[in-house]
């Protein structure tokens, strides 16, 4: 295996499902529909962001020594949200975590890549633990763009190929990334209907998981 290859992936791995989730929440205008569950047994948006922000904050934070189940981290309050939080608050949380994630994975070398780390005291190598947590967030950003999705039926501007555009797509993943459209105004959404830009911030928050995920996390 190429280790510079394979970081250079993973690093563009995590940035895509970054920018798919960010596009697709940008189409969801209301603030509202960020709490809404589509039923009493699913996640909102805001709670998915939320778990996914404090997943990443506690496995990559120290990522190369210390346990990836942070004793600060409570897991279930991820999925808690007694009250509605701003968009401006979910966004701060989703972006320090992002930071925090990306920071440590851009500074692994090909070295790095024959060490070992614990997540809840089981061993991983590191590519074993990177490609776990890349397939754990890809599993909620799907969550999240087929909610918004949902919620901006009728407006939805597809992030993929669009349906009938099939034989026009190119072979350019590797430069366009996952979230092809690049519609003006999806880098910093002009508004919401409680007056916080999306641009200005920029996107998480909270009731309870009753989702299984793989290997649980």
Not at 10 to 36: C, M, P, S
Not at 77 to 99: G, K, L, Y
Not at 144 to 161: D, E, N, P
Not at 162 to 181: E, M, N, V
Request: net charge positive; aromatic share 8%.
């Amino acid at each position: 295996m190429d280790n510079n290859a394979y970081l250079r992936d993973v690093v563009r791995t995590f940035k895509n499902y970054k920018e798919l989730a960010e596009k697709a929440i940008a189409q969801v205008a209301n603030d509202n529909d960020l709490h809404t569950q589509i039923d009493p047994d699913s996640n909102s948006l805001a709670v998915i962001m939320k778990h996914i922000a404090g997943n990443l904050r506690s496995r990559f934070r120290d990522f190369l020594t210390t346990d990836g189940e942070k004793p600060d981290r409570d897991r279930d309050s991820e999925f808690e949200m007694p009250a509605p939080v701003s968009r401006a608050e979910i966004v701060r949380s989703w972006d320090d975590a992002w930071t925090i994630a990306l920071g440590s994975i851009e500074a692994l070398t090909p070295e790095d890549l024959d060490r070992t780390v614990t997540i809840r005291g089981e061993v991983f190598l590191v590519p074993e633990a990177l490609n776990r947590l890349a397939t754990h967030t890809a599993y909620h950003v799907g969550q999240i763009v087929y909610l918004a999705r949902h919620f901006t039926s009728g407006r939805w501007t597809s992030l993929s190929i669009p349906k009938g555009h099939s034989l026009q797509a190119g072979g350019d993943y590797k430069t366009r990334g996952i979230a092809r459209c690049r519609r003006r105004g999806f880098q910093a959404f002009q508004g919401s209907t409680t007056g916080t830009p999306w641009g200005a911030v920029r996107s998480p928050l909270a009731t309870r998981d009753r989702t299984t995920v793989p290997g649980r996390v």
